[in-house]
């Protein structure tokens, strides 16, 4: 049977593979540096991940470590789809490897599609505090796990952690940052106004402009103005 890595390196596109590292900035100093793609689409990358649902954490980790950074996807595409069907006690086990492999969940694409539906998921009615370490790594990408994780619990109105996060993450210095928090202030305004503008109230002489934009993209074009007229005072 083809490998994992075998039938990616059948759908390359040299051509697309230089537009994704220039998108997903992997120049030199970039937040990816180094990152290398083969030119698959996201699509086609799920459709190869179906075929490869059986395999077990020491294989997925294989291919989580790989240079190739939709190998890394495909494999987070399968662990998300295997902790989707799997037992309390395998949840445990795929949570645990998750985070022991997050810095190499290392660009904005893969936390988003991995760490709601799996660190999310698990954590929704369990003690967070591993989320409050993350908030507070040294790398990037454990603080993005930390705030996309919440996104799983607004489902469920469940603000607290998030807007916890999100205080946490109010000096953080990287723009990544700045977006992934105003998409999940975003979406904590989609369930509850409120909540929403009581943290703007609270926050937004402090808030970075890239998160108070996206935080408040869904608002009314007059109140939006309002928004962004004071962040310039």
């Known amino acids: 049977m083809p490998s994992l890595r075998s039938e990616l390196s059948r759908l390359a596109n040299p051509f697309k593979a230089t537009l994704l590292q220039g998108f997903f900035k992997t120049g030199k100093g970039e937040y990816a540096e180094g990152d290398v793609f083969l030119g698959i689409a996201v699509p086609e990358t799920r459709k190869v991940a179906k075929n490869f649902t059986g395999l077990g954490l020491k294989e997925l980790e294989k291919s989580l470590h790989s240079k190739f950074h939709e190998e890394r ?3 987070l595409l399968i662990l998300a789809e295997k902790f989707r069907n799997a037992s309390e006690k395998e949840r445990k ?13 290392n660009n904005w694409d893969l936390v988003d599609l991995s760490a ?9 009615d369990k003690n967070r505090a591993v989320l409050y370490r993350l908030a507070k790594s040294k790398l990037i990408w454990e603080r993005r796990i930390a705030v996309l994780s919440t996104f799983a619990f607004l489902r469920d109105s469940d603000f607290n952690d998030c807007i916890a996060i999100a205080e946490l993450l109010l000096e ?8 992934a928090v105003g998409w999940m202030l975003r979406e904590v305004g989609k369930k509850d106004m409120k909540v929403l ?7 937004w002489k402090g808030m970075p402009r890239t998160m108070l934009r996206y935080s408040i993209e869904k608002f009314p074009e007059k109140e939006r103005k ?3 007229s004071r962040a310039l005072v």
Do not use: S, T
Not at 93 to 105: G, K, Q
Not at 197 to 203: D, G, R, S, T, V
């Open 73 to 75: 996807l495909a494999a």
């Open 172 to 179: 953080d210095r990287h723009d990544l940052i700045h977006k």
């Open 197 to 203: 503008e009581n943290f703007l109230e609270m926050h």
């Open 116 to 124: 709601p539906k799996i660190a999310g998921e698990f954590l929704l």
């Open 93 to 105: 086990r795929i949570f645990d490897f998750y985070l022991e492999n997050a810095r190499f969940v």
């Open 226 to 228: 309002k928004w962004l």
